[in-house]
């Protein structure tokens, strides 16, 4: 082979060397550099999963947390309406002591209102012989005197009874309800119909709504005779 064919040979292999390198990506000039990027790609990867794994922790911790404190609010919420509702009926025992305990003591003041209001339908002046009132005539206005200061007590037992929510039943004229009246007598039925409370002999009482004391009362009734009891 001749130096020209050789020459030739060699260009050729120097253009293909060439053209090879250049289609090559940039690799890493040296073995450590290298080394060093496949290590810094590690890291980043450990890291990467580390804190995969943190942030996977985290999200169980904080829903343990929150699993917990949803429990203690459910306690607590249901401490709470046991607690309502014991206070409530510590109320309601304590409301109901308090009224059996002044439930005597308001029928008491009834009855002395009754004595009261008997006294002034019928005067001590009425129940004399008449010679009794004729003497004691002059004394008239003296005794009229008494029976005002009689109504003013009265008025005021009233207003206490009032003030405690005790207040009269408004029965004549209405029809007879057993739950708030006895009927102690009837009389013939007339123009208002049967069944018709027309006088009470003792007055019944409501306290706070609920009867505290029920009535006496003469009732209308077709074919009575006056006076029976039904």
Do not use: C
């Not at 003591?105 to 001590?124: E, F, G, N, S, Y």
Request: hydrophobic share 40%; no cysteine; aromatic share 6%.
């Amino acid at each position: 082979m001749d130096d020209r064919t050789k020459q030739a040979l060699l260009e050729r292999f120097r253009a293909y060397l060439d053209g090879a390198e250049s289609a090559q990506p940039d690799l890493p000039e040296t073995v450590d550099e290298a080394a060093e990027e496949t290590a810094d790609l590690y890291a980043i990867f450990v890291e990467l999963a580390g804190l995969r794994t943190e942030v996977r922790t985290e999200s169980r911790l904080v829903k343990d947390a929150l699993d917990q404190f949803r429990g203690v609010f459910d306690t607590l919420r249901g401490a709470q309406a046991t607690l309502q509702r014991e206070l409530d009926r510590m109320q309601a025992e304590a409301r109901e002591q308090g009224r059996a305990a002044l439930r005597p003591l308001l029928l008491d003041v009834i009855d002395v209102r009754d004595r009261l209001q008997a006294a002034l339908v019928l005067p001590a002046t009425e129940r004399r012989p008449w010679f009794a009132r004729w003497r004691q005539r002059p004394a008239a206005a003296g005794s009229e005197a008494w029976q005002d200061g009689l109504r003013m007590t009265l008025r005021r037992l009233d207003q206490v009874l009032q003030d405690r929510g005790v207040v009269a039943l408004p029965l004549v004229g209405r029809p007879f309800d057993p739950a708030t009246a006895r009927a102690v007598g009837t009389v013939p039925a007339g123009a208002e119909g049967e069944g018709i409370v027309v006088e009470e002999v003792r007055s019944g009482f409501l306290w706070n709504g609920h009867v505290l004391r029920t009535a006496e009362v003469i009732v209308s009734k077709r074919g009575s005779a006056g006076g029976e009891k039904p």
